[in-house]
């Protein structure tokens, strides 16, 4: 079952107030505005997506005491596992259904993922960074995640075998929307993608019935360059 993890004992309950905390911390940034377009609050699905999912595992041992902090943190390679408010974000923004289908772009630890997992019904995920990679796959198929499909390679172009896709979700920031992933999207899907160099925009692109794309500038935010082979 999508995202079963069995956990027991007063760790596990300290994990749950973890998350419940991090949750109401999101929601509270953006009540107050954030930064952020258009989001007020999580929805009760994504707070509960969110609640349910052990960020604790997706890092390293050494930062597993700040895993519930809102702060992203290394997980190796120059590579890092967002910040709670943005995974919060970027997930709300896809407007998840349980029978959607979702490209990730930068699989990372897998936390993203895994949150993926709990609300949509097949996950594909790409990570370029073949370590990471094995390493996000090890945590997904240790804690349960049974809905989701890992691969090692270049993000940029996609996963085309098994487009389109109700929503496509990249997290780490090229300079422009790569056209395959365009391609890929369903038409009515969801794109939310961080663009720019140094300065970066969180963006909102939507595919119409046309093919023809809107896109909508949610926040400024700062993401790790996209890699390309």
Do not use: C
């Not at 190796?76 to 709300?92: A, D, F, N, R």
């Not at 998840?96 to 630890?109: I, Q």
């Not at 804690?143 to 109700?166: C, M």
């Amino acid at each position: 079952m999508a995202g079963a993890v069995l956990v027991t004992g007063s760790t596990a309950q300290q994990g749950a107030a973890d998350r419940q905390r991090m949750v109401e911390e999101i929601d509270e940034m953006l009540a107050s505005g954030g930064g952020t377009r258009g989001v007020a609050r999580l929805a009760p699905h994504v707070r509960a997506a969110m609640t349910e999912v052990p960020r604790h595992e997706f890092v390293p041992p050494e930062y597993r005491s700040a895993a519930y902090s809102n702060s992203p943190l290394p997980i190796g390679h120059g590579q890092t596992i967002s910040q709670p408010l943005i995974v919060g974000l970027m997930t709300e923004l896809l407007q998840l259904a349980k029978t959607d289908k979702v490209l990730e772009v930068g699989t990372g630890s897998g936390y993203q993922t895994a949150i993926l997992s709990v609300l949509a019904g097949e996950v594909y995920t790409i990570e370029i960074v073949p370590e990471l990679g094995k390493m996000a796959r090890a945590n997904l198929e240790r804690l349960g995640y049974r809905n989701v499909s890992t691969k090692i390679g270049d993000g940029y172009q996609g996963w085309a075998e098994h487009a389109p896709f109700n929503a496509i979700i990249v997290t780490a920031a090229p300079d422009h929307v790569p056209l395959p992933l365009i391609a890929q999207l369903r038409s009515d899907g969801r794109m939310v993608i961080p663009l720019g160099g140094f300065y970066q925009e969180l963006t909102l692109l939507e595919k119409h019935a046309d093919g023809t794309t809107t896109t909508t500038i949610i926040a400024p935010v700062r993401f790790v360059p996209l890699i390309r082979e």
